[in-house]
């Protein structure tokens, strides 16, 4: 349980970049900024930032993919199910990053 709460402040911040990014894009093309750079270069930022401050975690990486589904149903339509994998697999390579600096 407390692991879970170490990781709240850092799903909120992605959870933010989830739910009201999307609300900035306007076309098509600003969706596939969003989804494609922003939002990824963000699950990748805040994973690392968790990595190094709590270290190793694969729970963290599958609530980064739970968070997602809910965006999925809001602003997306549901060929985005294939972005509960990717963000999932960013996020894990994050945590990863960010633990391996933080033993060195």
Known sequence: MNEIKKMIPYLFV???SFYLLPLLGSSTG???VIMLVIMPLT???ISCFYGFKNGWSLI???AVGILFI???FIHFNSTAWVYIVGYSVISLAGVFFGK???NK
Do not use: G, N
């Open 14 to 16: 992605i959870a933010v």
């Open 30 to 32: 600003d969706f596939m």
């Open 43 to 45: 699950c990748f930022a």
């Open 60 to 62: 963290f990486p599958i």
């Open 70 to 72: 809910p965006a999925i």
């Open 100 to 102: 391996t600096f933080k």
